[in-house]
T-cell receptor
């Protein structure tokens, strides 16, 4: 069964460093998303991406964040200058389309630890 | 702005008992999802509810959606230890003009004890 994959599974970085989190969505899906979950808290929407551009972003997704689909398969989230509060689990998700029926499939997540 | 409220946030149950988790949301939507999350793991899709009155069942879990009341329930029947996990409901904000991003509740941490 096709699945969303994410690398790395765990990333440790120092405050102020740049990190890139990678995702490979399901191959025929068209909509891509990043969510984050601070430990013990709810899952929060960061950004959606369709047709090679951002569709929507939340207040969390400030100028430190960017997303890219550098080739036909990868979808990346870059954090330019990490802060301690960026420590969280980051989930990538994809879906085929937004019309009925449609479901988002989540990847296994990348745990980001900023020290 | 769409808000999603779940209750209870913590639920300690004995094996064999029944209980219901509630998910209320604040604005119109007819797409609601239930996910299960084990500690340190990703989100496992349990149910997709796409219309008013939708009811789905899988094993000891049954989910329903009332779009008029903006309420979904996840009912647990005869709980077993394996159901211990955190359960999230998530609402698709497509009526708000989004491209289907999900707004999650805070989750219900379920602990089933023998």
């Amino acid at each position: 069964e096709p699945e969303v994959t994410q690398t790395p599974s765990h990333q440790v970085t120092q405050m102020g460093q740049e990190v890139i989190l990678r995702c490979v969505p399901i191959s025929n899906h068209l909509y891509f998303y990043w969510y984050r979950q601070i430990l013990g808290q709810k899952v929060e929407f960061l950004v959606s991406f369709y047709n090679n551009e951002i569709s929507e972003k939340s207040e969390i997704f400030d100028d430190q964040f960017s997303v890219e689909r550098p080739d036909g398969s990868n979808f990346t989230l870059k954090i330019r200058s990490t802060k301690l509060e960026d420590s969280a689990m980051y989930f990538c998700a994809s879906r085929s389309w937004v019309t009925f029926p449609s479901e988002q499939y989540f990847g296994p997540g990348t745990r980001l630890t900023v020290t | 702005e769409l808000k999603v409220e779940q209750n209870p946030l913590f639920l300690s149950m004995q094996e064999g008992k029944n209980y219901t988790i509630y998910c209320n949301y604040s604005t119109t939507s007819d797409r609601l999802y239930w996910y299960r999350q084990d500690p340190g793991k990703s989100l496992e899709s349990l149910f997709v509810l796409l219309s008013n009155g939708a009811v789905k069942q899988e094993g000891r879990l049954m989910a329903s959606l009332d779009t008029k009341a903006r309420l979904s329930t996840l009912h647990i029947t005869a709980a077993v230890h394996d159901l211990s996990a955190t359960y999230f409901c998530a609402v698709d904000d497509h009526y708000g003009g989004s491209q289907g991003n999900l707004i999650f509740g805070k989750g219900t941490k379920l602990s089933v004890k023998p």
